[in-house]
């Protein structure tokens, strides 16, 4: 199956959104690593209902009138890693959680070290937060669209909590 692509323009930089006919499958940052994320082939369809659907909800976030994302998602992953990138999704906007509280939030209180592997392979960046994940010190840590666009992310979202 033929995945569908387009291009977002946000304020952290060209995103690529991808989506198949269940759900969005990623969103690529404008440096991507192609190995971070494997995907079939695709084709631009910026009609797409879908993405037009991720757009819209992109355009709201970045505007500060949307705290959750209601798009359907197509996660493809091992078992573990959905298990990781739906448990990103419990953290509350404007909050973070660390890769322990994460692990234990899945019932795998020793496993933080493959929580961060699975958090690094997040194919749906903003929307399953894992900018909001942080080392258990509270230090910024790895992040596919670099450390300064998860800085952004979290001072943004600080800054629309803080405002409500």
Known sequence: MTLAHRIFLSPVG????????????AILWQDDDPARVRLAARAERSDHPILETVAAQLTDYFAGRLQAFT????????????????ALLDIPFGET???GDIARAVGRPTASRAVGAAN?????SIIA????????NGALTGFAGGL???RWLLDFEQNMSVMR
């Open 71 to 86: 798009v359907p998602l197509d996660f493809r992953g091992t078992p573990f890693q959905q298990t990781i990138w739906a």
């Open 14 to 25: 060209a995103l690529t959104l991808v989506a198949s006919d269940t759900g969005l499958v």
């Open 120 to 124: 690094g392979r997040n194919p749906i």
């Open 97 to 99: 959680r660390s890769y």
């Open 148 to 150: 300064e666009t998860k």
């Open 129 to 136: 937060p894992c900018h909001r994940v942080v080392g258990a």
